[in-house]
């Protein structure tokens, strides 16, 4: 069974902090990675990818991807109210129709 | 317009009813997706179609029935829901069935079956 797990929240932070999203994958042959963030009552919107091990960084986003340890992660810098939303992971494999998401983290950065 | 447009945003239906919801995309892309998103469920893989060709049917109740008339256009066609069917509905599309590069969703359709 593939899975993809995330920690449901919600995660809280302050203004001006980091934080840090995270998500792990059962299926070993998974190629591409994703963050979606979806406001309340939106719909999900991409934000990252991230196909190889390390790091990726875009403005104050970072992924960082681990595919020994099945392991993605998101690091939001200097976190904004404007932040808070749900943060879903999404993991792909090699095949068509092979996306799996994970239920998604809610954070909620406080000014 | 640009991206994938759903309509309509809401509805309401009663379990005789039928309804049918519209996904357009302007994206150029060869895949389309119908999920269905509950509350604090990750999102479930309804349907999907590559080049305008079913390709999956993920043990979909027969009270939901897709249609994708070209590449650009994908209907869901609801009737004789039940209460346990509200959720919201979300269309998605992808350059390839691959889907490499990730999705683009639609605002989705927020249904409530009555």
């Known amino acids: 069974q593939k899975e993809v797990e995330q920690n449901s929240g919600p995660l809280s932070v302050p203004e001006g902090a980091i934080a840090s999203l995270n998500c792990t994958y059962s299926d070993r042959g998974s190629q591409s990675f994703f963050w979606y963030r979806q406001y309340s009552g939106k719909s999900p919107e991409l934000i990252m990818s991230i196909y190889s091990n390390g790091d990726k960084e875009d403005g104050r986003f970072t992924a960082q991807l681990n595919k020994a340890s099945q392991y993605v992660s998101l690091l939001i810098r200097d976190s904004q109210p404007s932040d808070s939303a749900t943060y879903l992971c999404a993991v792909n494999g090699n095949n068509n129709n092979d996306m799996r998401f994970g239920a998604g983290t809610r954070l909620t950065v406080k000014p | 317009e640009t991206g994938v447009t759903q309509t309509p945003r809401h509805l309401v239906m009663g379990m005789t009813n039928k309804k049918s919801l519209k996904c357009e995309q302007h994206?150029?892309?060869?895949?389309m997706y119908w999920y269905k998103q509950s509350a604090k469920k990750p999102l479930e893989l309804m349907f999907v179609y590559n080049f305008k060709e079913q390709t999956e049917n993920n043990s979909v109740p027969s009270r939901f029935s897709p249609e994708c008339p070209n590449s650009s256009h994908l209907f869901l066609h609801l009737h004789t829901l039940q209460p346990e069917d509200s959720a919201l509905y979300l269309c998605?599309?992808?350059?390839?069935?691959?889907?490499?590069?990730?999705?683009?969703f639609g605002s989705g359709t927020r249904l409530t079956v009555v």
């Open positions: 998605a599309s992808s350059q390839d069935p691959r889907a490499n590069y990730g999705y683009t």
């Open positions: 994206l150029g892309h060869n895949a």
